[in-house]
Structure formats: C-alpha cells, structure tokens
C-alpha cells in the first residue's frame, strides 16, 4: 500500500516548477481523503516597490503602489481559482492561504497551521529562466518541518 496523505500542503504561485509540484501533488494525493492547501506567497520584495526612481511626488507614488497591490491581488486570486478549479475537477478538498513575507518562513508557519502529512514544493527556477527568483531555503525548511518535504522535479 503506498502513502497518500490527508492533508498536502502545496506551495503553488504559478511558476513551471509550482506547476510540476501541483502535478507531484495530484498524483499522490487520493480523491474523496486527500485536502490539498494552497500556500500562495507575495514575496516581501514588493512592499518596497514605490518606484522613487522615476516618480517624482508622493500622489503618483501613491497611485503607482494600489497599481501594484491590485496587480498583486489579481495574480494571486487567478492563481488560487486555478489550483481550486482543478483539484475540485480531481475530486480533492482544497483552500487556500494567501501570505505575505519570506516564502520559506510563511511555508514554515502555514505548516504549523494545518499540519500537514506532506508538503510538496516546486524545484528552484532554472538559471536562464526569466523571473523574480523568490527562493525558499530549503535549509531553513528541512530544519524547521516537523512533515515530509517533497521537491518536485
């Protein structure tokens, strides 16, 4: 009998390698048993993103930082529909969490939250490939999960 775990805690932000986590996590995750939570992470770099370079007063400033938090939501919202459309077509239980901060830390966090039996992330972008490179540190991770960690590949 192989493992299939109640609770999956997926690390998903719409990347090829989030992409071929969330395939890790369908295929050994169990319909009707399995719940599947979505941890969606806005990367602490964009609380300082005012654009001071270019903007030269406080109201374009301004308007510029609710472009980029509504920007920010959409991606988010379009990412979390996604993940729940699908495993709801699977058969899979799903929610999601929705974090701000350093991604290994909000994973670490979340994980004492729910509790998982498995926690499936993605493997680190490719060098070449374009992107912000938020990586989680998996040391930081492999100390701190008190769950199985699987990298998918």
Not at 102 to 114: G, I, K, Q
Not at 121 to 137: A, F, L, Q, T
Request: with cysteine; hydrophobic share 45%.
């Amino acid at each position: 009998m192989s493992f299939v775990p109640g609770t999956l805690l997926l690390a998903h932000h719409g990347t090829d390698g989030a992409k071929r986590a969330e395939a890790q996590a369908f295929a050994l995750a169990s319909p009707g048993r399995t719940r599947i939570v979505h941890l969606y992470v806005v990367p602490e770099f964009w609380a300082g993103m005012q654009g001071d370079d270019w903007l030269n007063n406080a109201w374009t400033r301004d308007a510029f930082a609710v472009h980029v938090e509504r920007q920010l939501d959409a991606e988010a919202t379009t990412e979390v529909d996604g993940l729940a459309a699908r495993c709801l077509s699977r058969g899979f239980a799903c929610e999601a969490l929705i974090r701000f901060g350093e991604p290994a830390e909000c994973l670490l966090a979340a994980a004492r939250e729910v509790r998982p039996e498995l926690v499936v992330i993605g493997p680190p972008r490719p060098k070449g490939v374009e992107g912000y490179r938020s990586r989680m540190d998996l040391e930081k991770l492999a100390r701190g999960l008190a769950a199985p960690l699987l990298v998918a590949r």
